[in-house]
Structure formats: C-alpha cells, structure tokens
C-alpha cells in the first residue's frame, strides 16, 4: 500500500491572499483558512469551540485566481497536501512551518459585496420597452 498525504479543509479566509512570483515567473498565493470545530465537553456537558488556523500555498493560475477573487471572510474548500517545511532565521535558529499546498480551491457562498456592485442593475418588466416589431427583409 502507497503512502497517503491529502487534506480536505473548508473554512474561512482570514485575510486577503498574498500573490507573488518567483524568479522564473510562477504565481504563488499564500492565504490562512480558519477552521472551526464545536465540541461538547464531556466532564461539563457544555459546547466548546476550537479554532485552527491552517497556511495555504497554491501555485500558478489557481493562485492567480485566488488572489483576484478571494477575499478575507470569504468560505473556500481546500484539497492538497500537508508540507512540513523547516528553515533556519536570520538569527541562526532553525524553525518548521506545516501548511497545506492546494491542487485544487473551491469558491464557496455567495460572490462578496464587491462583485455584486458591478453586476448591472436589474430594470423591472414594466420599464422594458418591447422591440419595435418590424417584417424582416429576406
């Protein structure tokens, strides 16, 4: 049986994604999901809430496209992969950041304010004029 990495997360923006390219020209968009999970406490009975806050890193025109349309606030659905990645400061101190890499983001909830701003408004039928009814010359 073969190895398994996939991770399937639905959550919220916690700002805006970041987009930036690197020397040879790809896209890379970096965004922080937070997942909530409610639990009921056992000893106490009572509902309890966990929030995670999750770093995503998605390449090339996915990317691009997250950072045109994505919005802090904005519910998405990630499926990737977990990376553990380790690197050392300025300071000389070796660091690990976990973050999910996304092969694919889904766009969920309705279109923000923004988009909806731009739409054209809707006129009522009773201001539609009809077209002027004319023979066609064939």
């Known amino acids: ?15 805006d994604p970041d987009l930036r390219y690197t020397q040879s ?6 965004f922080t999901v937070a997942v909530n999970r409610v639990w009921q406490n056992p000893k106490t ?11 995503i890193v998605v390449w090339g025109k996915q990317g691009e496209n997250c950072a045109q349309y994505l919005r802090k606030g904005r519910l998405v659905a990630v499926d ?9 400061t300025q300071n000389g101190d070796r660091r690990r950041i976990s ?4 092969q694919s983001v889904h766009f969920l909830g309705s279109r923000p304010e923004s988009a909806e701003v731009l ?12 077209p002027p009814e004319e023979e066609v010359p064939f």
Do not use: C
């Open 25 to 30: 020209g790809q896209a890379l968009a970096r």
């Open 45 to 55: 009975g009572a509902q309890e809430k966990e929030e995670n806050f999750i770093p």
């Open 99 to 102: 973050e999910v890499v996304a």
């Open 119 to 130: 739409a054209p408004p809707e006129v009522p039928e009773e201001e539609v004029e009809a």
């Open 80 to 88: 990737g992969r977990l990376r553990v990645r380790s690197f050392t």
């Open 1 to 15: 049986m073969s190895d398994v990495n996939r991770v399937l997360l639905t959550g919220r923006l916690t700002a």
